[in-house]
């Protein structure tokens, strides 16, 4: 149960689109369409922000988007805004009922 | 609303034994899988284990396969995890959360801390 692969930090600017990316493998994000990404603030829970690669649950801004190519999965945060730093971390469905995250990526707003 | 409460969460000796447990409320509790997750103080998050929403097919991850014991008391509403033969990489904050149409999880617990330490 290999880690997904996420950069550690990507920034930009008020208003600016960043793309987070999130490889795993053939096992993982290449075989499945159960990729989904969260948002965590320091101290707090995380918090489901996409789930089947492109869903949005209930609330959450349309900002977020995803999608998917081959083992690679990405998240858009659309109009970055100052509330939008935080950590994030992907997570994909694996082989046999197991589930493997990315170690994360700190999005920092300049 | 959902919610998932975590309790049990202490200093533990290695080598030792420590159940958390996981109070629901807000939905029904025996229609769901349930998942335990962990995450190291400053560090990324990890799966740990799941169990159906009848108690049957548990799966763990590799690094606590054998030790640990995913359960469920769907009367009580209320999800445990039974941790044995406790080291000090066990040492984290530990979550629950609930398994929606075996896609993702989407609540989460405010977590409990487990320090294994001497």
């Known amino acids: 149960q290999s880690a997904l692969t996420q950069p550690a930090s990507v920034s930009g600017s008020p208003g600016q689109s960043i793309t987070l990316s999130c490889t795993g493998t053939?096992?993982?994000?290449?075989?499945?369409?159960?990729v989904s990404w969260f948002q965590q603030y320091p101290g707090k829970s995380p918090k489901l922000i996409l789930y089947?690669?492109?869903e949005r649950p209930s609330g959450v801004s349309s900002r977020f988007s995803g999608s998917k190519s081959a083992n690679t999965a990405s998240l858009t945060i659309s109009g970055l805004q100052g509330e939008d730093e935080a950590d994030y971390y992907c997570?994909?469905?694996?082989?046999?009922?197991?589930?493997?995250f990315g170690g994360g990526t700190k999005v920092t707003v300049l | 609303q959902v919610q998932l409460v975590e309790s049990g969460g202490g200093v533990v000796q290695p080598g030792g034994s420590l159940t958390l447990s996981c109070a629901a409320s807000?939905?029904?509790?025996?229609?769901?899988?349930m998942h335990w997750l962990r995450q190291v103080p400053g560090k990324g998050l990890e799966w740990v284990t799941s169990?159906?929403?009848?108690?049957?097919?548990?799966k763990y991850a590799d690094s606590v396969k054998g030790r640990f014991t995913i359960s469920r008391d769907n009367s009580k509403d209320t999800l445990f995890l039974q941790m044995n033969s406790l080291r000090g990489d066990d040492s984290a904050v530990y979550f629950c959360?609930?398994?929606?149409?075996?896609?993702?999880?989407?609540?989460w617990g405010q977590g409990t801390l487990v320090t294994v330490s001497s």
């Open positions: 997570c994909s469905y694996a082989r046999s009922g197991t589930w493997v």
């Open positions: 807000g939905f029904t509790f025996s229609t769901f899988s």
């Open positions: 089947d690669i492109t």
């Open positions: 959360a609930r398994g929606i149409s075996g896609t993702h999880f989407d609540s």
């Open positions: 169990v159906s929403f009848d108690g049957d097919h548990p």
């Open positions: 053939k096992n993982d994000v290449g075989s499945y369409n159960f």
